[in-house]
Nanobody
């Protein structure tokens, strides 16, 4: 059964870095789109970054060069590398995926596969 396996997250001091990873397990096609979203209680889910199997990327405006979304195509694994984290980055972070037909986007509606989420907490 196709599923998303997430790892990473945790607590870090303001200005620190974290890396999340997400594997599109048992997915058998070569083309895909994967993305990271985040959500805090009482707020809508927010698109952080997305990447397609060709390596094209899209980022949310708030990222401002602090985050990147590298991938390992062979392993169908994407990462979210977060630098200069701030308390406002505290949220539950979710991995999402779609394929083989997909478009590069940070709109949640496209994605039918979702991970369980991993908590990121940034303290000052």
């Amino acid at each position: 059964q196709v599923k998303l396996v997430e790892s990473g997250g945790g607590s870090v001091q303001s200005g620190g870095s974290l890396r999340l990873s997400c594997t599109f397990a048992k997915y058998q096609y070569e083309t895909y789109c994967m993305a990271w979203f985040r959500q805090t209680p009482g707020k809508e889910r927010e698109g952080v970054a997305s990447i397609d199997s060709n390596g094209f990327t899209e980022y949310g405006e708030f990222v401002k060069g602090r985050f990147s979304i590298p991938q390992d195509n062979a392993e169908k694994t994407v990462y979210l590398e977060m630098n200069n984290l701030q308390p406002e980055d505290t949220a539950m972070y979710y991995c999402a995926a779609e394929g083989p037909s997909c478009v590069l986007t940070i709109w949640a509606e496209q994605y039918n596969y979702w991970g369980n989420g991993t908590q990121v907490t940034v303290y000052s």
